[in-house]
């Protein structure tokens, strides 16, 4: 291997391989990062910008302490981005409302909130807010809107200024950044690998896969099973409102810019990720009724974009164990999680071992043999 191949190639240029990307590099490493490009499923182009905590690690309260640590690191984040970059992420950290649209809907999501907090190390507080306590705390909110839980945790930010500064901050650490550069294939070759890409042949001492939908076929070349499939979601976006809502909701949040940002879809589409006209009917029928000023707001854009689904929904961390230094990272919340690709995972692959607290993400669990 050629003694100035880069310590890290990372594969992937969306939020999550940009993200570690950039801890890599800040850390003094030499990386590569591989991007294919506008052809490919890009899911860090389509998504909502929540910082979503509530309701995170149902059943698995090790997924529900990374978010809330991954959460309370954003301020600093974003700060620190900011000052690496001059793009302003719109970070901000309101705390957001669940809206329950049923009374069977809010005892469920009651019940879930409370058994998730029993569960979780890392404490975040929450209010349950029956319809008349939340119209209080919330102006414009429907009549029908039977109630609410309540997390001061949650927080937004733009998803698209995210993607740019971390791609900026990488490069400005002295990162190769390469778009339009597909990986084809790898494998192993002296101390390190050998990567055979659509724009030649190139090398790296190891690889973090980190290519949102096609992890499922790159890390399958390393022997790990990241058994992740699309899950589509339909976004609309409306024009430009005078500032009504100023704090996070589960679909519906105001930009900085004015725009509302209207998505909570959730299909199997397959590889298909348009948009259709009942699902987006639906949405702005519900928008509608979650905050009747919305009736009248004109619609701009709408887009599908495919979610990167494990089949519990909870991250995969994973090094092959076929191929040492072959790690695999696939990842829903990228935008939540960012600050824990970029600073406490970095940590853990630079000392090539993903064991330890981040154990329960093993894709391991899914080779669990059903009784
Ligand atoms: C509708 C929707 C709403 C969402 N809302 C939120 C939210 O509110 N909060 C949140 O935290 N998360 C949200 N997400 C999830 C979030 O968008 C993703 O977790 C995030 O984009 C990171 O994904 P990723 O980087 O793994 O994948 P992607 O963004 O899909 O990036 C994968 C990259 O890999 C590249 N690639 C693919 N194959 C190759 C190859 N062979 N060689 C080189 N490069 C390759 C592609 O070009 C692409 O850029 C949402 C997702 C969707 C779809």
Redesign the pocket.
């Known amino acids: 291997m050629d003694p100035k191949s880069p310590d890290f190639v990372v ?9 570690i990307a950039y801890g890599l590099a800040r850390n003094g490493l030499s990386v590569m990062l ?19 905590v509530q309701g995170k690690g149902h059943n698995n309260p090790a997924y529900a302490d990374l978010t809330r640590a991954a959460a309370n690191s954003w301020a600093s984040y974003a700060n620190e981005l900011q000052a690496e970059t001059e793009i302003d992420l719109h970070f901000r950290r309101p705390g957001a409302f669940y809206l329950c649209f049923t009374h069977e809907d809010f005892q469920k999501r009651t019940a879930m909130m409370r058994a998730i907090d029993r569960a979780a190390s890392v404490s975040s507080p929450f209010e349950i807010l029956d319809g008349s306590e939340l119209r209080k705390r919330l102006a414009g909110v429907g009549p029908s809107i039977v109630g609410a839980t309540f997390s001061p945790d949650d927080g ?1 930010a733009n ?1 698209l200024h995210l ?1 740019r500064a971390l791609i900026l901050a990488f490069q400005r650490r002295g990162g190769a950044y390469r ?1 339009r ?4 294939s790898f494998r192993p070759e002296g101390m390190g690998y050998t990567l055979e ?2 724009d030649g042949v190139t090398a790296g001492s190891r690889i973090v896969l ?6 499922k ?2 890390a399958a070349i390393a022997g790990i099973n990241a058994p992740v499939r699309p ?5 609309l976006v409306t024009e430009k409102l005078a500032p009504f809502l100023d704090y996070g909701t589960n679909f519906i949040r105001q930009t900085v810019e004015g725009g509302c940002i209207i ?1 909570e ?1 959730s299909e199997e589409a397959g590889f298909d ?1 348009g948009t259709t006209l009942p699902i987006l009917r639906e949405t702005a029928r519900r928008a509608a009724q979650a905050f009747p000023i919305l009736k009248h707001a004109r619609v701009v854009r709408s ?6 689904m494990t089949p519990d929904g909870i991250p995969v961390y994973e090094e092959s164990s076929q191929l040492p230094g072959v790690y695999a ?10 600050p824990f690709h970029s600073s406490a995972l970095v940590e853990k692959l630079i000392q090539g071992r993903l064991g330890g607290d981040l154990a329960p993400f093993s894709s391991r669990r899914f080779n669990v043999q059903k009784a």
């Not at 591989?34 to 182009?45: N, P, Q, S, T, V």
């Not at 899950?231 to 976004?235: A, M």
């Not at 990272?329 to 960012?338: D, E, P």
Request: glycine share 18%; charged share 15%.
């Open positions: 594969v992937g240029g969306g939020t999550v391989g940009a993200a591989l991007d294919e490009g506008d052809i490919a499923h890009r899911a860090a182009r389509g998504n909502f910008g929540n910082i979503w937004t998803p993607l778009p550069c597909k990986l084809l890409t659509t980190a290519a949102g939908l096609a992890n076929e790159l899950v589509r979601g339909q976004v998505g879809s990720d887009w599908g974009a495919l979610r990167i990272v696939s990842v829903h919340s990228g935008v939540t999680l960012a």
